[in-house]
């Protein structure tokens, strides 16, 4: 409304009084249509405004508006009023969205320069946008990812296998470092995961400063790979072993001994193989360390009884050192020592067990039987041996003394005993030839004798031999299939672990999720009781100019 203005008198009461007599008369003859649609006014020329022109002015007491006008001016203070209210509302949306925009860098920026894991999960755990959280998860796993690289890469470096000894070695010191080399590889694989997809969302990610952090996790990723390429390769060379082991347990130990048979269990179980295959009573591991602990004991039996059949050739050396000494050697039977070892021997081919040594000490045996046989001929045909010169000497003194008594000459005496000399040394000569033609003869059966033996000792081992290499390939066979399947029951067991894994961080992935989202519900329903707010008041706004329009449309002013 519009509210009338007071203006001075022109002079006295009687000109108002006229003036309002004549305007109510014109207003009251005015018509609708002269309302609608008045005349142009007539041109007035312009009169100085003075302190004499001042009383020739006519100046109402009130300005009066007509409807349109009113109208006309309501809309424009309605236009106004809204416009001004929708550009606050605008300029405040922007300056909002500037701030909160400015603040999530800002906190992004802080976030990616910490370095303490508490801290970073402090602030995930009070975040309220979805671009800080991921932000902020972000820098955990790259952090995480950090530290991980950095334990796996230590405990992956400069390791090797020594074959001799079947341990895991340090390349550098050769110290032992026992290394479960199935959990180093799941490690390594669980890494070069985590740096691949690391490197994946970073490379999505359009902010200068992840540059640097993706350089770095591509260098790690790297590096982990060479890793895991040596770790595979100490794998393969580690089952490459084992499977020689295996094969070649049942019939040819090529030197592997008892602990190395209990250190092919420990690298077994490193590999992350089945540990049911070597802790089984019945299976076969347990079954080749009963055949090796037997066989190491009879090979031990064996080379006590081989060092007692030797102490008798050494008996006078023996003997010297023993009265220097004061010491006693024991010795025994050799006969009973090489039926011994025969036995032993025998018994070994019945259990068809394949040794080297096992072949040495048969030709030994059968070597100390033959010089044990020539000794006793020798000894048998030095029996009879020539007369030593003091018999001879005692002989011919009962020859003088038996020609004294019968009165024959000295000249027959001697030579009685020069024929009795000759025919001696040619008894002597043609008993040696004998012995000599004997001994030949005896040589020459034993010689064919030992032939025939080797021969037929060749063709037994031959025989041996060829049925030990297809036990030995049927047994190669049969562990090549328990190796095969143990190796996929690992591989199944780790893509189990692996899905697990997975699992699990999709769990702790959804948690997390499921907290975010609350907090930022929480954060948009307080938005939106803001925004519901600036509302009403918008609404209130409105209603009142709906309201001022109505009633400036009705003439209520």
Not at 51 to 73: E, N, Y
């Amino acid at each position: 409304m519009l509210k009338p203005m007071s203006t001075r008198s022109r002079s006295g009461t009687t000109c108002a009084d006229d003036h309002a007599s004549s305007s109510i008369v014109d207003v009251a003859h005015e018509t609708p249509a002269s309302i609608s649609a008045p005349d142009k006014p007539a041109h007035v020329p312009f009169v100085p405004v003075s302190s004499t022109s001042l009383g020739l002015v006519d100046i109402p007491d009130a300005i009066v508006l007509t409807p349109d006008q009113v109208r006309s001016a309501s809309l424009v203070v309605q236009a106004i009023l809204l416009g001004g209210v929708i550009a606050g509302a605008v300029i405040g949306s922007i300056t909002y969205v500037i701030r909160s925009r400015r603040a999530v860098d800002e906190s992004i920026e802080r976030v990616h320069r910490l370095v303490d894991v508490a801290a970073i999960r402090r602030a995930i755990d009070t975040s309220t946008t979805a671009e800080f959280h991921a932000a902020a998860t972000l820098r955990l796993r790259v952090l995480t990812f950090r530290s991980n690289v950095d334990a796996v890469v230590a405990d992956s470096t400069q390791k090797d296998f020594d074959a001799d000894r079947w341990v895991v070695v340090n390349r550098a010191t050769k110290a032992v470092e026992p290394t479960d080399v199935a959990a180093l590889l799941a490690r390594l694989s669980v890494a070069i995961d985590e740096g691949d997809d690391l490197l994946r969302e970073l490379a999505a990610q359009d902010r200068p400063a992840f540059k640097s952090i993706q350089e770095a996790i591509a260098s790690h990723v790297k590096t982990l790979r060479v890793r895991h390429d040596h770790i595979s390769e100490l794998k393969a060379t580690i089952l490459d072993k084992l499977h020689q082991a295996i094969r070649s347990s049942s019939s040819q130990r090529n030197g592997l001994q008892l602990d190395d048979w209990t250190r092919l269990k420990e690298l077994w179980v490193a590999l992350g193989l089945p540990q049911a295959d070597v802790v089984a009573p019945h299976g076969w591991y347990q079954a080749i360390l009963r055949e090796l602990e037997a066989k190491d004991a009879m090979l031990r039996q064996l080379a006590e009884l081989k060092q007692a059949i030797m102490l008798p050739l050494l008996s006078t050396w023996a003997e010297k050192k023993d009265d220097e000494e004061g010491e006693v050697v024991v010795a025994v039977d050799t006969s009973v020592a090489l039926r011994d070892m025969n036995m032993l021997l025998n018994e070994a081919k019945a259990n068809q067990w394949s040794h080297h040594e096992f072949d040495h000490l048969e030709r030994f045996v059968l070597h100390t039987h033959n010089q044990t046989q020539q000794q006793h001929t020798m000894v048998l045909a030095s029996s009879v041996a020539p007369l030593s010169p003091p018999a001879m000497l005692r002989t011919c003194g009962r020859h003088r003394g038996g020609a004294r008594d019968d009165g024959r000459s000295a000249e027959d005496i001697g030579r009685d005993l020069a024929m009795h000399d000759e025919r001696m040394k040619l008894d002597f000569t043609i008993h040696r030839e004998k012995l000599y033609f004997d001994k030949i003869n005896t040589d020459r059966i034993l010689q064919q004798q030992l032939d025939i033996h080797m021969k037929t000792l060749e063709e037994s081992q031959r025989q041996f031999h060829l049925q030990a290499r297809d036990n030995r390939e049927r047994e190669e066979r049969m562990y090549q299939r328990k190796l095969d399947d143990a190796t996929k029951k690992l591989e199944r067991k780790q893509a189990e672990k692996r899905q697990l894994v997975a699992d699990q961080a999709a769990k702790d992935a959804a948690t997390a999720t499921a907290k975010f989202l609350a907090l930022r519900v929480h954060a948009e329903w307080k938005l939106v009781k803001r925004v519901l707010g600036i509302n009403v008041v918008v609404v209130a706004l409105v209603a009142a100019l709906v309201c001022w329009d109505a009633v400036t449309s009705r003439e209520l002013l």
